[in-house]
Structures are given as structure tokens and as C-alpha cells.
């Protein structure tokens, strides 16, 4: 079993910065693919960024040139740099990590951008 948490939420005005953290934990053997979803009350949860053990990222349309995910295989953790934020992106962020063919997710955590 994984455990992942996140951390790094919080209220911030429009055109701010918000960092977040996700740590994962457990029995942990090798993490492939790590990442960021969102899902806005009404919603469905929709991919924000993905990460390979290797580096290659993959970005959501709506945070291209805004958001950058990073990654520390040392320390099995996953990052989300989110800049120029916008009402829009108000969300519970969740980050996920797939060890083998599980994927795992954490308990999530609240961005609210104010206008």
C-alpha cells in the first residue's frame, strides 16, 4: 500500500502563486507515473499535469505556460508550481503516483483564487 499527501493549498488572489507537495509513502518499490488532477464542485476530475520517472510531462491545455510539475524520485515526491492563477483553477487538487498497474491518490487539497 501507497499513501500520498498532498500539501500546499490554500486562498490566494488572482494572478498569485501556489506551490503544492504531494509525499507518497508506504511500500514502495518503483513509481512510474506521477501526478496533478483537479475537480471543481459540478465537475469532473480532469488531468492538470503528469510526470515519468524519466522527466517527460504531459500539461492540460488550460495550465500550459503556467503551471510546471517536478518531481524528486529520492523522495518519492511530486510537485506543482502554479503561477498566473485564476478564479478558474478554484479546485480540490489531487495528486496521484501508479506503482505497476495500481494507481494510488491522495486525500487532496483546496486551491481557491480570488478575483
Known amino acids: 500500500q501507497v499513501q500520498l499527501v498532498e500539501s500546499g493549498g490554500g486562498l490566494v488572489q488572482a494572478g498569485g502563486s501556489l506551490r503544492l507537495s504531494c509525499a507518497a509513502s508506504?511500500?514502495?518499490?518503483?513509481?512510474?507515473?506521477m501526478g496533478w488532477y483537479r475537480q471543481a464542485p459540478g465537475n469532473q476530475r480532469e488531468l492538470v499535469a503528469t510526470?515519468?520517472?524519466?522527466?517527460?510531462?504531459n500539461y492540460a491545455d488550460s495550465v500550459k505556460g503556467r503551471f510546471t510539475i517536478s518531481r524528486d524520485n529520492a523522495k518519492n515526491t511530486v510537485y506543482l508550481q502554479m503561477n498566473s492563477l485564476k478564479p478558474e483553477d478554484t479546485a480540490v487538487y489531487y495528486c496521484?503516483?501508479?506503482?505497476?498497474?495500481?494507481?494510488?491518490w491522495g486525500q487532496g487539497t483546496q486551491v481557491t483564487v480570488s478575483s
Open positions: 496521484n503516483a501508479k506503482q505497476g498497474s495500481i494507481v494510488y
Open positions: 508506504g511500500k514502495i518499490f518503483i513509481i512510474s507515473t
Open positions: 510526470i515519468t520517472r524519466g522527466g517527460s510531462t
